[in-house]
Nanobody
Framework: QVQLVESGGGLVQPGGSLRLSCAASGFTLNDYAIGWFRQAPGKEREGVSC????????YYANSVKGRFTISRDNAKKMVYLQMNSLKPEDTAVYYC??????????????????WGQGTQVTVSS
């Protein structure tokens, strides 16, 4: 069974940091591009970042550039999203996703058909 599992969410004060992790079962995560999306209450899903498998190229939404960093550890078969300088508007459920391609398919949600269950990130004082 193909499954993506996110972890690392929580409550953090504005300006703080969190690191989200994405693990996979049922397939080899190292072989595919992995993306991160988020959805805040009452809002549409928003692409945050993506990392390709074949060349490690990364992509970021303008809203998180310079604050978030996506990375992968192929030895551990994990993908991470390091989130720094968090803002209240970053509050959302964060999902890791894939469409089983080696290259990122952009940051539009319709491009990805496998989603994890999500992890809640709340930025509040």
């Amino acid at each position: 069974q193909v499954q993506l599992v996110e972890s690392g969410g929580g409550l953090v004060q504005p300006g703080g940091s969190l690191r989200l992790s994405c693990a996979a079962s049922g397939f080899t995560l190292n072989d595919y591009a992995i993306g991160w999306f988020r959805q805040a209450p009452g809002k549409e899903r928003e692409g945050v970042s993506c990392i390709s498998s074949i060349n490690g190229r990364t992509y970021y939404a303008n809203s998180v550039k310079g604050r978030f960093t996506i990375s992968r550890d192929n030895a551990k078969k994990m993908v991470y999203l390091q989130m720094n300088s968090l803002k209240p508007e970053d509050t959302a459920v964060y999902y890791c996703v894939t469409d089983f391609a080696e290259l990122c398919s952009g940051l539009g949600p319709d491009a990805y058909d496998s989603w994890g269950q999500g992890t809640q990130v709340t930025v509040s004082s």
